[in-house]
């Protein structure tokens, strides 16, 4: 069955009478819908991150939880590096300049991708795949997953927060959100840094703090940002100090933004799916 049109109340009114359920990027799946959902084997999310699942309660409930990590993360690496470039050799705002006649190329002067150090904060699917691409800029990959092992390889090298702070030109983040990782980038964090940085973050919103972000732009120890998530994405909504650090990101040419599309691609759309569609077969083959 499918149903798009479905709100909140409609999937607790609903969801008793079925055995599966995929959802996209705005279900929430907390106990207020879990515990009505009595005959529940299997969640399958189209996407990589599992932060609109209650997991405590899956995990007790036995219910199977697959996601798609694999699926967007082509279209999560080039998105990276797309938002980079775009940064480093002013291509938006040289754009905008030359279709209001003005040819300013010494304002307009870039910066090469070639040859930086680039720090990944999460070292799986998504961080990865970022990895590959960014070696063929010859890039020095410094990564750090806090919940894996040796696991240096020809893209990345493994190393610690700290080392990533001392080198990295570039921060990039690549992790769900979590308990732990909520706010990670903070004004301390940036404090952390020996040397000015850019900024990347295609994880989600509210990893990293925008009033830090604004922060370190205004001092410089950000050069600039590429922001695929917010805090708050719900632009008609935000509070007074959310709207203040908006505006000041929607203005300053240091930062590019786009509208959470990270992975969100024709291939990936069909990628996603057909991965979720496996591990389900997968399981259903082992019970």
């Known amino acids: 069955d499918y149903h798009p049109e479905y709100k909140r109340q409609d999937i607790i009114d609903h969801i008793a009478q079925y055995e599966g359920l995929v959802i996209r990027s705005k279900t ?16 399958a999310r189209a996407g990589a991150g599992l932060d609109l699942i209650d997991l405590k309660i899956t995990s007790e409930r036995g219910i199977e939880v697959f996601h798609a990590g694999e699926g967007n993360r082509d279209a999560v690496g080039e998105q990276a590096v797309g938002m980079l470039l775009c940064l480093f050799q002013n291509i938006l705002k040289a754009d905008r300049e030359v279709r209001a006649k003005i040819w300013d190329r010494e304002g307009n002067r870039g910066v090469e991708l070639m ?9 799986g699917n998504n961080g990865g795949a970022t990895a590959k691409r960014l ?19 020809q893209y990345g090298t493994e190393s610690s ?3 990533i702070q001392a080198q990295a030109d570039v921060l990039s983040f690549h992790i769900p959100l979590t308990a732990i990782s909520k706010y990670m980038f903070d004004a301390d964090f940036v404090k952390g840094f020996t040397k000015p940085f850019y900024l990347l973050n295609l994880s989600r919103g ?19 940002a590429c922001l695929d998530v917010l805090e708050n994405e719900k632009l008609n909504a935000l509070t007074p100090d959310q709207q203040i650090q908006f ?35 997968a399981w259903q083959d082992s019970l």
């Not at 040859?115 to 070292?123: N, Q």
């Not at 070696?135 to 390889?153: A, E, I, P, Q, T």
């Open 28 to 43: 929430y799946l907390d106990g207020e819908v879990l515990n009505v959902a009595n005959h529940l084997k299997f969640i």
């Open 115 to 123: 040859d930086k150090t680039v720090g990944l904060i999460g070292y």
């Open 135 to 153: 070696s063929g800029f010859g890039c020095k990959v410094l990564v750090y997953d806090k919940y894996r092992d040796n696991y240096s390889d």
């Open 161 to 163: 927060i700290e080392e």
């Open 206 to 224: 509210e990893i990293v703090k925008l009033d830090a972000v604004v922060a370190g732009l205004q001092s410089g120890k950000i050069l600039g």
């Open 247 to 281: 505006d000041y990101l929607t203005s300053s040419p240091q930062v590019v933004l786009t509208p959470h599309i990270g992975g969100w691609t024709h291939e990936s759309y069909n990628r996603i799916n057909e991965v979720l569609v496996r591990q389900i077969q």
